[in-house]
């Protein structure tokens, strides 16, 4: 089983930015490369929601319409570390943000559609953005 541990969340004004980070580690965890890494969010009342991904083997990155051209997913994979920057934050950006992963080698399309009960996840970080 893969541990993530996410970090970075916290309080900031309409138009702000943040950056999230995710530790993954795991005596199972063979190769941090392999796996898909994707980021989703569940804001007060309403359902986890998928954000971004990144694949394991292209790096291509993935965005939810709602996020494209303010968050931006990267990796380092030396680090074992997935990262979401996030810019021109709103209110409704407002929640909590979740890393998560599926079995190596996975595709973006099989990472978008974890849920808490499949796949392995982070414990996750508020993000608040006040007007």
């Known amino acids: 089983q893969v541990q993530l541990v996410e970090s970075g969340g916290g309080l900031v004004q309409d138009g702000g930015s943040l950056t999230l980070s995710c530790v993954a580690s795991?005596?199972?965890?063979?190769?941090?490369?392999?796996?898909?890494m994707a980021w989703f969010r569940q804001a007060p009342g309403k359902e986890r929601e998928w954000v971004a991904a990144i694949h394991w083997s292209f790096a291509q990155t993935y965005y939810a319409d709602s996020v494209k051209g303010r968050f931006t997913i990267s990796r380092d994979n030396a680090k074992n570390t997935v990262y979401l920057q996030m810019n021109r934050l709103t209110p409704e950006d407002t929640a909590v943000y979740y890393c998560?992963?599926?079995?190596?080698?996975?595709?973006?399309?099989?990472?978008?559609?974890?849920?808490?009960?499949?796949?392995?996840w982070g414990q996750g970080t508020q993000v608040t953005v006040s007007l």
């Open positions: 795991g005596h199972t965890f063979s190769a941090f490369a392999s796996y898909t």
């Open positions: 998560a992963t599926g079995p190596p080698r996975s595709s973006v399309a099989q990472i978008s559609v974890l849920t808490p009960r499949s796949g392995s």
